[in-house]
């Protein structure tokens, strides 16, 4: 099946979810997308607009992107902490829902290599990954070129370990990273065709960077 690339989840989308799932428990998902787009005439600016869509809780699973227990960046490491908590409550309610959370931290199977969640992985069979599909790559609202920090003099470091432990690891969960670095998405294209998900929600950060950055299977 075709792998949809349905919403990256950023933090509106993540709370409108947490209180959808809170108050009704069902087999449908219902999300805002969020359309953001490069204006084509005058000055750089970006034009917004917003949907709403359903999924099959089922056939939908959420992707946690480096959400990773320390950076090297002292900003990153305090917006990860806040937002950590609200991926952990908005994962709660859809892991209540039937979707697979699957926990992809880069750099970090080492850390996980005797959990079952990750034994489970590595022992599926291995699925013939789809040709790429071409897309345009619009630039950037920030320079990010310089890694993103905002904290002068940052030392740049691989300062990770593993997932914030703010995150709850369910033994239903899945944890997947591609190793040594390349990021063509085959662990996680075995999940999606073992278990016959549609839709695929990225949650993380950072958007301009991992996340966006991610897999190319969409």
């Known amino acids: ?34 359309h953001q787009a490069a204006s084509t ?12 869509q359903s999924f099959n809780a089922s056939e939908t699973c959420i992707v946690i992107v480096d959400m990773w227990n320390r950076h090297w960046c002292p900003s990153a490491t305090e917006r990860v902490e806040a937002l950590a908590i609200l991926i ?22 080492h850390y996980y290599s005797d959990f ?8 599926l069979p291995k699925a013939e990954m789809p040709h790429l599909k071409p897309h345009p790559d619009p630039p950037y609202p920030l320079d990010s070129s310089d890694g993103g920090c905002d904290v002068p ?19 239903l969960d899945a944890i997947s990273a591609d190793p040594d670095g390349h990021q063509n998405g085959q662990e996680l294209y075995n999940i999606l065709i073992h278990r ?8 993380g950060v ?11 299977i969409t």
């Open 153 to 171: 003099n940052a030392n740049v470091s691989i300062a990770w370990t593993h997932e914030n432990d703010l995150i709850y690891i369910d033994e």
């Open 116 to 123: 079952k969640q990750r034994q489970w992985v590595l022992g």
């Open 41 to 52: 005439s005058g000055r750089l600016s970006w034009v917004v607009s917003e949907t709403t």
């Open 196 to 203: 016959h998900l549609k839709n695929i929600i990225y949650v």
């Open 88 to 109: 952990n409550e908005t994962a709660s309610a859809a892991r209540d829902m039937g979707m697979l959370i699957i926990h992809a931290p880069s750099d970090c199977m």
């Open 206 to 216: 950072h958007e301009n960077m991992c996340v966006m950055n991610r897999y190319s």
């Open 1 to 34: 099946p075709d792998c949809v690339l349905t919403a990256v989840m950023i933090l509106r989308v993540s709370l409108a979810l947490a209180v959808y799932t809170g108050f009704c428990f069902s087999s449908d998902v219902i999300l805002t997308l969020r």
